[in-house]
């Protein structure tokens, strides 16, 4: 996480130095950040893999976000929907707070689930999930998102 913040004060450093904070400038300058931590950085769990498995959240993410909509929206021009609410409790694996608390709010972001709490051990996760009736399926979804996270957070 030091890296993104690093990467976002070398674009301002680069704007400042250029006396232009266009969005191009910025770009330039974040991408520089990125060539530079890249070269710096050579352990086994590097900056680019980490920005890569980010990308891959992201884009993995709004997929995710566009099929939920279409299946609440589904839902909700049925004339008599079947709902199938219930109350999932998801193993976690990620331990810290920040990984939990983005999970989180990724899970509840996506129509059709709503992250309840976390159990005291921080070993559960609690959801409520409407769109699917299969529990494992609801559960899988949250999980998938879960080692999306890991992949960048760990």
């Known amino acids: 996480m030091t890296e993104i913040l690093a990467v976002i004060s070398l674009a301002f ?24 931590l890249g070269i710096v950085q050579r352990d ?3 900056f680019t893999r980490r ?11 709004a997929r995710e976000l566009m ?29 810290t707070d920040a990984a939990i608390a983005l999970l989180s709010a990724t899970i509840t972001l996506l129509p059709g689930t709503v992250a309840i709490g976390v159990s005291e051990d921080k070993l559960k996760l609690y959801a409520h999930a409407i769109g699917s ?17 890991l992949g960048f957070m760990s």
């Open 51 to 61: 920005l890569w498995a980010f990308l891959r959240y992201l884009l993995l993410f």
């Open 67 to 95: 099929v939920a909509n279409v299946v609440i929206a589904m839902l909700a021009l049925k004339p008599r929907p079947r709902f199938y609410p219930h109350i999932i409790a998801v193993p976690l694996t990620i331990k």
């Open 44 to 46: 086994e769990r590097s």
């Open 133 to 149: 009736a299969d529990i494992l399926a609801a559960r899988e979804s949250v999980l998938r998102m879960e080692r999306l996270i």
């Open 13 to 36: 450093l680069w704007g400042f130095l250029a006396s232009d904070f266009s969005y191009f400038n910025l770009t330039v300058g974040a991408l520089l950040g990125l060539l530079l």
